[in-house]
């Protein structure tokens, strides 16, 4: 088990599996945080403009009018300079599985959220 204060921390934009074993805090177990949730919630730098964004981030504001955003879309775009990336060896390993599941959730929390909240603008 690590705590992240040591080398075995993964640099800045190594990518990470959302299958492979990772540390949760007894917090983040308590508050219902998962592998996927840290895999798709996790800051990255973009390499072309330098900014920092998540993939949930990235969803949200960069992809929002795409069609292909609720639908296992293989890239990711920076929010702030629009570029695209492929997901597999950006946010995930080149992995074709951890590319269909970290996918997979961030649609389905993406999702769900306009299902509850999407056309209610209350």
Do not use: H
Not at 73 to 101: L, S, T
Not at 109 to 122: K, L, T
Request: hydrophobic share 30%; glycine share 4%.
């Amino acid at each position: 088990m690590s705590n992240w204060d040591g080398q075995d921390r993964p640099s800045y934009n190594t990518p990470l599996s959302p299958s492979a074993p990772m540390w949760l805090t007894p917090e983040e177990r308590a508050a219902g945080i998962n592998s996927d949730l840290k895999v798709a919630a996790r800051r990255f730098l973009c390499p072309n403009c330098g900014r920092e964004f998540s993939l949930f981030q990235s969803r949200a504001v960069a992809c929002k009018a795409c069609p292909k955003a609720g639908s296992n879309c293989p890239y990711v775009r920076c929010p702030f300079c629009d570029k695209e990336y492929p997901i597999q060896g950006f946010i995930v390993p080149d992995n074709k599985a951890d590319m269909v599941r970290t996918n997979q959730y961030s649609d389905r929390v993406f999702n769900n959220w306009q299902d509850a909240y999407g056309n209610n603008r209350r």
